[in-house]
């Protein structure tokens, strides 16, 4: 590893500009951010010149790792034409032709900047179709930071109220007291008192918000009965099933809904769609859909962004996808499923208390030695936290960036060697644990 220490200058500067230095908390480390130089396929080096294998891919958006040639090739060819105009473009309309093909839960599509932006804009068009308020979402699961869908997303012990009747608490001081009303918190793959609580509102929710692989919730996949409950009681019920498919829409070639036997009514997308650059996207039904359509009588929701479908990410996006046919995906699937078994061989080998979740081309180091079932049991103790953090620093510091929960998102740029690297890696960091709670007496 570089003794030189040009990351440390450069958040003493950042600390006079920005506030805590950075933009956005996930990039923070102990006792500094490390500053990133450049990136080349599923490796990223940093200012001191130190080269790791990229395994959180910008909190998973990277599906192709960086700097894919043909990406790269179409957005510099863009780049001449010009990024963005006050007209509309054929790119857009030919991305959203693609979205729609890859899955016939897709009626029509429509873009904005980001996934918390996609995720905004559901729950607005569902309001506006339904002309109700309240919306219920998953407990811990994360989908932005839009005031109504944040809620609950950091809940903790002594503020996440009764099992039976879980609070709905806000992630932000000063959050209005009139956002926490609107807002209905589910337990996770709970469907007894997930019915119980939404049988409460009868006739008040605009819509259900479900992740089906909530990344805060332990990346613990959403069961095909949980889903369905909830899908038929919106039906029975005139609510709408909005799926945030942000992260999960890699899963598969028409995204994790592809799955299920159900039909959401709204998806949101982003990360991987916008092929390394800022995306959003809202797809589903028709109708739904066309209460941002100021051409239909339905029009209740003028919807727009100066920056939404530019050029550069709608170029960007739609050769990535293009990309990620389904032979990509099955391949990249495949080496998911090796990159979970070698982990839990690490952990067989040094005999510790941890376990691995995930689908797909994602995993999840949990220090516990049985899986948990939902975000309270996802909650780390002190001891499980500091484990946590200790590990993730190990691989850090010897090659491996993980996401700081200590989650694996693949991209197509990995072959068996990187994952047999990451494995290796583990195993040493696994036994530093193993020894240092021995010497404790933990």
Request: glycine letters at 8%; a negative charge; hydrophobic letters at 40%.
């Amino acid at each position: 590893m570089s003794k030189t220490n040009l990351s440390g200058v450069l958040y003493e500067q950042a600390l006079k500009v920005i506030p805590g230095g950075v933009s956005r908390n996930s990039v923070m480390r102990k006792p500094h951010p490390v500053y990133a130089s450049h990136g080349e396929g599923c490796y990223v080096t940093d200012v001191e010149g130190v080269k790791r294998i990229d395994f959180a891919n910008n909190m998973s958006s990277l599906i192709h790792g960086h700097g894919r040639p043909e990406v790269v090739a179409a957005v510099t060819e863009q780049l001449h034409k010009g990024t963005v105009f006050t007209m509309a473009t054929e790119v857009e309309m030919r991305f959203a032709e693609h979205l729609c093909a890859r899955s016939a839960n897709f009626e029509k599509v429509r873009f904005v900047n980001s996934g918390t932006e996609a995720v905004m804009t559901c729950i607005k068009a569902a309001r506006a179709f339904t002309g109700r308020q309240k919306i219920a979402k998953i407990e811990g699961a994360y989908h932005g930071t839009y005031d109504y869908a944040e809620v609950s997303q950091t809940a903790k012990p002594n503020t996440w109220g009764e099992v039976n009747a879980p609070k709905s608490v806000p992630v932000a001081y000063g959050t209005p007291l009139s956002v926490l009303e609107d807002v209905i918190i589910l337990p996770f793959n709970d469907i007894e008192r997930a019915l119980v609580i939404l049988d409460q509102y009868s006739g008040q929710v605009a819509g259900i918000l479900i992740d089906l692989m909530p990344h805060h919730v332990g990346l613990l996949s959403a069961t095909p009965d949980f889903v369905r409950a909830l899908h038929q009681w919106g039906r029975d019920n005139g609510a709408l099933l909005i799926v945030d498919e942000v992260i999960t829409f890699r899963n598969h070639y028409g995204g994790a809904q592809e799955a299920y036997d159900v039909t959401p009514d709204l998806t949101a997308l982003g990360k991987i769609i916008g092929g390394g650059f800022p995306v959003g996207g809202i797809a589903g039904r028709a109708d739904v859909l066309d209460v941002t359509n100021p051409l239909s009588n339905k029009f209740l929701f003028p919807q727009s962004g100066t920056f939404s479908a530019n050029n550069i990410t709608m170029t960007a996006g739609l050769v990535s996808m293009q990309l990620l046919d389904t032979c990509a995906l099955e391949k990249l699937n495949s080496l998911g499923e090796y990159a979970r078994e070698q982990l839990r061989e690490a952990i067989r080998i040094a005999d510790v208390s941890a376990c691995v979740s995930g689908q797909g081309s994602m995993f999840r180091i949990h220090f516990t030695s049985d899986l948990p079932n939902n975000y309270r049991e996802v909650y780390a103790s002190p001891v499980e936290e500091k484990q946590a953090q200790q590990f993730i620093d190990y691989l850090f510091q010897h090659g491996i960036a993980l996401m700081n929960t200590g989650t694996g998102a693949l991209s197509t740029a990995m072959t068996d060697v990187e994952i047999d690297k990451m494995a290796e890696v583990a195993l040493q960091g696994l036994r530093q644990l193993k020894k240092a709670a021995t010497v404790k007496g933990e």
